[in-house]
């Protein structure tokens, strides 16, 4: 008996050359989609970020407001005299007020010139 003939091929190696070019540019293909998806998953996760610190932002913008009016308020002369009454403080009387010309060696200067001015204005 005879064998059977095979028929024997050869492979082209264009065909090969253009299977492989194929794949690379399917891998690009790929490549080139997740980085986007990628960029714009990044991209969303960012905003996020930047809303949650927009409003961190507005929160202590408000809270620096608030503790602005309150320390007007506590500064304010009409409280402070108001408190120093509650704790028993009253104005010095004109005999417990010094001058601070008479603490400063040689009693010259602006500051004591126009203290002396006024006190002959005040007498």
């Known amino acids: 008996m005879t064998k059977p003939q095979r028929l024997h091929r050869e492979r082209d190696p264009r065909v090969r050359r253009s299977l492989v070019a194929a794949a ?3 891998g690009l293909l790929v490549a080139g989609g997740l980085a986007v998806v990628g960029l714009r998953v990044q ?31 506590l500064r ?31 009693g010259g200067g602006l500051a004591a010139a126009r203290t002396a001015r006024l006190e002959a204005l005040v007498r």
């Open 24 to 26: 690379v540019c399917a």
């Open 43 to 73: 991209q969303v996760h960012l905003a996020y970020q930047r809303d949650k610190l927009v409003e961190e932002r507005a929160r202590v913008e408000t809270l620096i407001r608030q503790l602005e009016i309150e320390l007007a308020t």
């Open 76 to 106: 304010s002369p009409a409280r402070v005299e108001t408190r120093a009454r509650q704790l028993g403080m009253a104005s010095p009387s004109r005999e417990q007020v010094r001058l601070a010309r008479e603490y400063v060696s040689g």
